[in-house]
């Protein structure tokens, strides 16, 4: 998901906006012990009443002994009609936004069930981000529907079990009047056509997180096509677009097939094949990465590609995200930080490392104290503060460091591993699983490196600083170059810093990597030649601010 303006230049389009918000009703002292196994949701849309209707057919496995279980349904948009198992109706109770279920008999831990929610619904949704759920508007010639579920909005329009950590398979089968054309996740099944009313059937053949499920519904104006991707499959593509916006939707989305064949040869081949990849145009701040289908809002469609870096960024969630998915919303950085690195990575792509370093700058130079707070969010309930400028910027900086730290091989090679590894693939994974791939790459301990960078407190300052200064001796074989480092503040505990110095002197330059680890620190280099100048971190590979001269 991208929310825009904080940071803004002609490399760095993609930003965030970020309302204050409340947290959210959370999940950590809610354990619910079943495993979704898949839904089946039909739904009736009644586009002139903001209303649906409808029932979700949940098949599940108990983990534990079940004598009830408990779903997901706001309490200010849903209204639960009835809960079956078969034609037999089960007594149930509506409140405080979930469903508790009384099960007719106790379900043993591995053993199935299937039962159906029925359920009906008027949304009050205005579009803005700060809400969430199903979003009504009236078009030029009928109306459009759209959904956006992150972080927990999948309850305001369908009951289900909405956690990121429950992927489950999904199939809508939607109604709406005649002339409007329903877009979901997976593949479109079929299409029944009567008179007052079209069916579409879409379907997953992979697993969904809740938050990434979406429907949209238009008088959409659909451009097909195919793409041949580097391991040898076809890719559908389609571009469902207002009618009133089809030649700019053109000229924006005409890399559609460039930015997907980069991501496929450098992460990993594109994760959902069989299935699609589609764009939708959507009304309301609703742009996001919804699993094989990505919403883009209208205001974002303007002929001119300026908002392309926001397209790289949902695409580049089919991998970091949807393959992969955050265990809970405190690792919402898995997604955006690398969200937004892949941007910065695509932009190298295209343009060369300068556009790359001038992305990482702009990152880099805000204000001190804009990355405030931890990269990780603090528990499962402070929702929005897994949603924060350090996630998606201090997050995107981390894995630039990681890179530079790594060497490019090693880190491609991370990055890979870690989609291709069976344990997280079309599953989820935490911050540590991510670290433990890092260090088995790396041979080395990575707990420092993310400890201070990922997990820091929360009223941790957002980044270090370090003053310089140098003197030189004259030595029998050569010269003697002394580098005093002071980290700043004083007052707190030492970085471990590891950066390169570049020295200049007698027409030439040489690099030399030291670590700094104390507050004072003293590192000495043996020259053949006299130094006329010494620079730290000159590629910038630490988020740090960096100081020429040292005051007593």
Not at 300 to 318: A, K
Request: include cysteine.
């Amino acid at each position: 998901m991208t929310r825009r303006a904080a940071i803004s230049t002609g490399i760095l389009a993609a930003a965030l906006l970020l309302p204050q918000q409340p947290a959210r009703p959370g999940n950590s002292a809610d354990p619910r012990p079943y495993d979704v196994l898949s839904y089946e949701l039909n739904i009736t849309l009644i586009p002139e009443s903001k209303s649906l209707a409808g029932f979700n057919q949940v098949t599940l496995s108990a983990t534990a002994a079940l004598t009830a279980v408990r779903f997901d349904a706001a309490s200010t948009t849903l209204r639960i009609d009835s809960v079956t198992i078969g034609l037999r109706k089960l007594a149930f109770a509506h409140a405080a936004n979930v469903i508790d279920v009384t099960l007719p008999s106790t379900l043993r831990p591995s053993e199935t069930l299937t039962l159906t929610i029925h359920f009906h619904g008027t949304s009050a949704f205005d579009g803005r981000y700060e809400g969430g759920g199903i979003l009504f508007t009236r078009t030029g010639t009928g109306y459009s529907v759209a959904t956006i579920s992150q972080p927990n909005f999948a309850r305001q329009w369908w009951p289900c079990n909405d956690r990121p950590a429950d992927k489950a398979y999904f199939t809508l089968r939607c109604s709406v009047p005649p002339g409007m054309t329903v877009v979901s996740n997976g593949r479109l099944i079929s299409k029944k056509e009567r008179p007052d009313r079209h069916v579409f059937e879409w379907a997953t053949k992979t697993p969904i997180a809740t938050y990434l499920v979406f429907l949209g519904a238009s008088d959409y104006l659909v451009t097909r096509d195919t793409l041949a991707l580097p391991d040898g499959t076809t890719l559908d593509l389609a571009w469902y677009v207002f009618p009133e916006d089809s030649a700019r939707a053109a000229e924006d989305f005409r890399n559609t097939k460039a930015i997907l064949t980069w991501f496929s040869e450098n992460f990993a081949p594109y994760p959902f094949p069989g299935e699609q990849f589609a764009v939708a145009e959507v009304d309301g701040h609703l742009t996001m990465e919804n699993q094989t289908v990505v919403a883009i809002e209208k205001e974002l469609i303007t002929g001119d590609r300026r908002n392309e870096n926001t397209f790289v960024h949902e695409i580049s969630h089919q991998w970091w995200g949807n393959l992969v998915t955050p265990s809970d919303w405190r690792h919402t950085w898995l997604n955006e930080g690398f969200a937004t690195f892949s941007e910065a990575l695509y932009v190298e792509s295209r343009k060369g490392p300068a556009a790359y370093r001038e992305f990482i700058d702009v990152l880099m130079d805000q204000p001190p104290g804009f990355y405030a707070g931890s990269v990780i969010g603090r528990d499962e309930d402070a929702f929005w503060d897994s949603f924060g400028p350090a996630v998606y910027y201090k997050g995107a900086l981390a894995l630039h460091m990681l890179r530079r730290m790594m060497g490019d091989e090693a880190f491609f090679s991370v990055l890979r591993s870690y989609l291709a590894d069976p344990r997280f693939a079309y599953g989820n994974a935490t911050t540590d699983d991510f670290r433990r791939v890092c260090e088995g790459r790396y041979g080395a301990d990575l707990g420092w490196f993310f400890d201070q960078w990922i997990y820091a407190s929360r009223h941790s300052i957002d980044r270090p600083g370090i003053a310089y200064g140098w003197e030189e001796q004259a030595a029998d074989s050569g010269y003697t170059l002394r580098l005093a480092v002071r980290q700043m503040p004083a007052a707190g505990p030492a970085w471990r810093l590891p950066f390169r110095v570049r020295v200049h002197g007698g027409g030439e330059f040489g690099e030399f990597g030291v670590i700094d680890s104390m507050i004072n620190q003293e590192f000495v280099f043996r020259r053949t030649v006299p130094t006329d100048s010494v620079v730290v971190d000159p590629e910038r590979d630490l988020f740090m601010t960096v100081q020429r001269g040292l005051s007593e």
